[in-house]
């Protein structure tokens, strides 16, 4: 072997040391100031670990391609490749989407407890689709379900969504439905009921009364409205007791006075109209002139005897 070739190696070998000494005291400094970078790649490469990480992510994507599905006979190899990759780069999101979630039906515990680690980790705390992946697994894949702390996560997923309206909405639409869950269980009630109980008391809180006011009660409100409609349409699986129908007429009375709803449906009605078009049910008539009794909605003055719009 050449002088020349025996140095250039001895050079390399050098700065791969080198390279490695420092990464291991840049990595002490930086779990001295950040604590979470003690996630941060056990073993450092050289200094190259987001590199090892991509490299190791192709080769899973590769490993998982070549499956058919995650079962008892691959579950093991499939978490040990996962916890590789999280030790190298706890920070690739697109892991914990793609990757965690593939075991989650073969083994939802470990897919949880990754996943929650995900979710402490400052370096995504502004990812909102790990946090809703947890609560998931909790509600859909663990047995039995754990909907006390996937309620946790819910909510966590929509405060991080941020201005991304539809996700937020398809986010808090787990979380009231958790919690719906949780309390039907608690206080053996009818789940459906349990929902509108729910968002009733969320709008009569103080994050939508007085000056806590936001445009989030319009989309309360909306989910209300549903959820009294689910209520009051029986179905093959579903009839509703006497007791849960006056629960819910007596909450469409309170929220919606001003919104002219059949109580026995929930379906709106004109001015004017005496009984409900869709049920037929009697309905307390609106838009009329107090004094002719002819319809006039949205008239200062009744156009048939000029009486100010005193309407009933």
């Known amino acids: 072997m050449k002088k020349s070739t025996i140095i250039h190696v001895v050079v390399m070998v050098v700065a791969v040391i080198a390279g490695t000494m420092l990464a291991i005291k840049l990595n002490n400094d930086q779990r001295a100031l950040i604590p979470e970078k003690a996630e ?3 073993i450092p490469v050289g ?3 987001k590199f090892a990480a991509d490299v190791e992510w192709m080769l899973f994507v590769n490993y998982m391609g070549s499956l058919s599905t995650v079962d008892e006979s691959n579950i093991e190899d499939v978490i040990d490749r996962l916890e590789r990759l999280i030790a190298l780069d706890p920070n690739l999101d697109k892991l914990y989407k793609d990757g965690v979630s593939s075991i989650a039906i073969q083994d939802p515990e470990k897919s949880i407890e990754l996943l929650k680690k995900a979710c402490s980790n400052s370096q995504l705390q502004n990812n909102s689709e790990i946090p809703f992946y947890t609560g998931f697994v909790m509600v859909q894949h663990l047995k039995p379900a754990n909907y006390k702390d996937a309620v ?3 909510k966590m997923a929509a405060e991080r969504s941020g201005g991304l309206q539809e996700m937020k909405r398809h986010y808090w639409g787990y979380y009231y439905r958790t919690r719906a869950k949780l309390l039907a269980q608690a206080e ?3 789940e459906r009921l349990a929902l509108a109980e729910i968002l009733y008391n969320e709008l009569q809180s103080e994050r939508f009364t007085g000056a806590g006011m936001d445009g989030s009660s319009v989309d309360v409100k909306e989910r209300l409205f549903r959820a009294l409609k689910d209520i009051k349409t029986p179905s093959e699986d579903y009839t509703p007791t006497k007791q849960v129908l006056d629960r819910a007429s007596e909450i ?11 109580l026995n449906c929930i379906q709106p ?13 009697a309905v307390q008539v609106w838009g009329q002139c107090g004094k002719c009794h002819k319809t006039i909605a949205g008239a200062k003055y009744c156009p048939y005897c000029g009486t100010a719009a005193a309407t009933k």
Do not use: I, Q, W
């Open 40 to 42: 941060l790649a056990a």
């Open 47 to 49: 200094g190259f670990h």
């Open 152 to 154: 946790d996560y819910f």
């Open 188 to 190: 053996n009630m009818d």
């Open 252 to 262: 469409s009375r309170k929220v919606f006075a001003d919104a002219h709803l059949c």
């Open 269 to 281: 009605y004109g001015p004017g109209e005496s009984f409900c078009s869709a049920c037929g049910t």
